[in-house]
C-alpha cells in the first residue's frame, strides 16, 4: 500500500530553520507531482508549494515565498522542504500530498512544526 511518511519536524526559534523529509512507498514516485500542505491550530489546510514530477518546476504560497524550498529525489523516493526564517505564523501540521491525475490522492500522516521563543 501507498505509505508517504513525513520527518523532520519540531521546535524552533523564530528565524530558525527546519528540514521537512517525506519518504514515499508502494507508487511510482517519480510520476506524481509532490505538494507540501499545512495546518495551522483552528484552521484550515493550506497548500504550501508544490513541485512536479521531475523537480524541474517548484510552486510557493506568498507567505512562504523566498524562505521555504521544495525539492525530491526520485532515486530515493523522497520530497524534502527546507524551510527558512521561520516565523510564529509557519506553525502548523505539516503534510505531504502525492498528486497524480485523475484520481490518485496521497496523504501522509503529517509532522508538526512549532515556531516560537
Known amino acids: 500500500q501507498v505509505q508517504l511518511v513525513e520527518s523532520g519536524g519540531g521546535l524552533v526559534q523564530p528565524g530558525g530553520s527546519l528540514r521537512l523529509s517525506c519518504a514515499a512507498s508502494?507508487?511510482?514516485?517519480?510520476?506524481?507531482?509532490m505538494n507540501w500542505v499545512r495546518q495551522a491550530p483552528g484552521k484550515g489546510l493550506e497548500w504550501v508549494s508544490g513541485?512536479?514530477?521531475?523537480?524541474?518546476?517548484?510552486y510557493y504560497a506568498d507567505s512562504v515565498k523566498g524562505r521555504f524550498t521544495i525539492s525530491r529525489d526520485n532515486a530515493k523516493n523522497t520530497l524534502y522542504l527546507q524551510m527558512n526564517s521561520l516565523k510564529p505564523e509557519d506553525t502548523a501540521v505539516y503534510y505531504c500530498?502525492?498528486?497524480?491525475?485523475?484520481?490518485?490522492?496521497?496523504w501522509g500522516q503529517g509532522t508538526q512544526v512549532t515556531v516560537s521563543s
Open positions: 508502494g507508487l511510482t514516485f517519480s510520476s506524481y507531482w
Open positions: 513541485i512536479n514530477s521531475h523537480g524541474g518546476s517548484s
Open positions: 500530498n502525492a498528486d497524480r491525475l485523475p484520481l490518485d490522492d496521497y
